[in-house]
């Protein structure tokens, strides 16, 4: 157990310390998710620094805090795209050197990103399937080049640099803060930002969000201690963690007072409602607190609620994917193995008398060995509204389709869609 609990005087000097390289973003309230939500929900822009999100705080916190000593080694961190912009711009300002190991699938603007805050200051390494691949890579080529690892959130300096985003929103609260929701990846961010707010306003209740398919944290929590994950979906990369700090663990325990998980459906549905609403573009990771307001919405109601917006690193190509996933979510596509009958107009019969009048084919492959109307097709119906659904499927049944439901068979519908 670790005995490190943040301090206000130390998170103080890191806002003093970051204040020439970090922005105060906004603190804005957004009209379309308060009345959806019948309360005051602001969001604190952290997608508005510099690098598009928090991460620079921990990052330049932690690296200008270093000797000269350490710095003359140069600095090296692993990361799935957010802290490495950070260290890189920090490098860039401190004309220092940094190498920084990213896992292969990382997005290609996040490397982009990275090269052009680092510039000539830092090398890339891309290594691994996932943040924690990248990680041990990087501590091991730290160890044998005897660089200085910038961890992405188990570290004092990292933690307070990201503390001073509490201390922004509490300069602004307008008659304080009911709850407070913020990302949870490895709890660098909570366990910064959920002390200041336990020490300076303990009424607030404090809310971690995860995604389903990377909850670390959770995982600590029901073990009593940190423990790796066996399975990790990457999806929300910015928080795809395996296993969470033990510095930040001890930490989280005491200040969450509830955590969430969210699916990554939910998550993409977000995404695209904060583009289509506010025009406020977030990734995976920088949209999961605003996906909890939907699993805790009858608790919020009429009172003040700040999420944090932490990162806008996304990539446009991934739009289809996030749309695709959040119909899916939302009961809106659904994807079969369709049998039709062995006779002429079958297809044409499915066509006119199975789909409803607001259903429509998104998707339809066959095999070329059988014609249309004979074989095996693979079909994706997008509906208007997701009741839709079981009238459809009687529909089939009454017109003797036999169809196998892909949705439910995540094997099966990875593999063939």
């Known amino acids: 157990m670790s005995d490190y609990r943040p301090q206000l005087h ?3 000097k890191a806002k003093q310390r970051i204040s020439g390289v970090v922005v105060n973003t906004p603190l804005m309230l957004n009209i379309q998710l308060s009345e959806r939500y019948g309360a005051n929900i602001w969001l604190k822009r952290e997608d508005m620094q510099i690098v598009r999100s928090y991460k620079i705080r921990g990052a330049y916190n932690k690296i200008s805090s270093l000797s000269q000593e350490d710095l003359a080694r140069g600095v090296v961190c692993a990361s799935a795209g957010n802290h490495a912009q950070g260290v890189a711009l920090a490098c860039n300002k401190l004309g220092i050197k940094g190498t920084i190991f990213m896992p292969k699938p990382t997005p290609k603007q996040k ?20 943040y924690d691949d990248s990680c041990s890579e990087a501590v091991a080529w730290c160890e044998s080049q005897n660089g200085t690892f910038i961890h992405p959130f188990n570290d004092p300096q990292i933690i307070e640099g990201q503390a001073t985003l509490a201390l922004d929103i509490l300069n602004e609260a307008f008659g304080g803060f009911h709850y407070i929701l913020l990302p949870i990846g490895g709890g660098g961010l909570m366990s910064g930002v959920g002390s200041v707010f336990k020490s300076l306003s303990p009424d607030t ?7 389903t ?10 073990a009593g201690k940190p423990v790796e994950l066996q399975q990790l979906d990457t999806f929300a990369d910015g928080i795809a963690v395996r296993k969470a700090g033990d510095i930040t663990f001890d930490i989280c325990r005491e200040v969450v007072d509830r955590l969430i998980q969210v699916p990554e459906g939910q998550i993409c549905t977000t995404i695209l409602s904060l583009y289509n609403e506010s025009a406020i573009v977030v990734e995976p990771a920088g949209a999961v607190s605003v996906s909890a307001l939907e699993y805790i919405k009858d608790d919020i109601r009429g009172k003040n609620v700040v999420c944090v917006i932490s990162g806008s690193n996304n990539d446009i190509t991934r739009m289809e994917e996030i749309k695709e996933r959040s119909q899916l979510h939302q009961g809106l596509k659904h994807y079969f193995i369709l049998r039709f009958p062995q006779r002429a107009g079958a297809l044409r019969e499915f066509l006119e008398h199975v789909l409803g009048p607001d259903d429509d084919i998104t998707h339809f492959q066959y095999s070329k060995k059988n014609s249309r109307e004979r074989g095996p097709a693979v079909v994706g119906i997008e509906l208007r509204r997701a009741e839709d659904f079981a009238p459809l499927v009687e529909r089939m049944k009454q017109h003797n389709i036999v169809y196998e439901y892909l949705n439910d068979k995540p094997d099966l519908f990875q593999f063939l869609i």
């Open 213 to 222: 398919g990377t909850a670390s944290m959770k995982a600590a929590f029901d």
């Open 10 to 12: 130390d998170i103080q």
């Open 205 to 211: 209740c404090v809310v971690g969000v995860e995604s």
């Open 111 to 130: 490397i982009n990103q990275v090269k052009m805050f680092g510039k000539d200051n830092i090398d890339i390494v891309l290594t691994g399937d996932t």
